[in-house]
Nanobody
Framework: VQVVESGGGLVQAGGSLRLSCAAS??????????MGWFRQAPGKERKFVGN????????YYEDSVKGRFTISRDNAKNIMYLQMNSLQPEDTAVYYC????????????????WGQGTQVTVSS
């Protein structure tokens, strides 16, 4: 399984960005997988942002992003999205996409497959 993030960049506070995570797995579908977004700010630990169960599309978010961030997926393209609105400087981080076989989890240790990360910088 491979996951590749894209869509990061520089945005002013209050602005929006949409990150994408393209997933691929030889000969497999993602119906039995869950995917998550994590972020790591400079000098800090990697933290959970949100996740989605591929089958059914149920989502869960960390409290600080609820109402501002939305995770969705495109089944046909095997792409997960993170729509980020009302961005604030404290959202500045490297954002990582991750995948795991099975149900959704908030713990990054539960995810076996990781992308390389994409930088999101929010200026004040």
């Amino acid at each position: 399984v491979q996951v590749v993030e894209s869509g990061g960049g520089l945005v002013q506070a209050g602005g929006s960005l949409r990150l994408s995570c393209a997933a691929s797995a030889s000969g497999r579908t993602f119906e039995s997988y869950s995917m998550g977004w994590f972020r790591q700010a400079p000098g800090k630990e990697r933290k959970f942002v949100g996740n989605i169960r591929w089958s059914g599309g149920s989502t869960y978010y960390e409290d600080s992003v609820k109402g501002r961030f939305t995770i969705s997926r495109d089944n046909a393209k095997n792409i997960m999205y993170l729509q980020m609105n009302s961005l604030q400087p404290e959202d500045t981080a490297v954002y990582y996409c991750a995948a795991r076989y099975g149900g959704s989890r908030n713990d990054d240790l539960r995810y076996a497959y990781w992308g390389q990360g994409t930088q999101v910088t929010v200026s004040s």
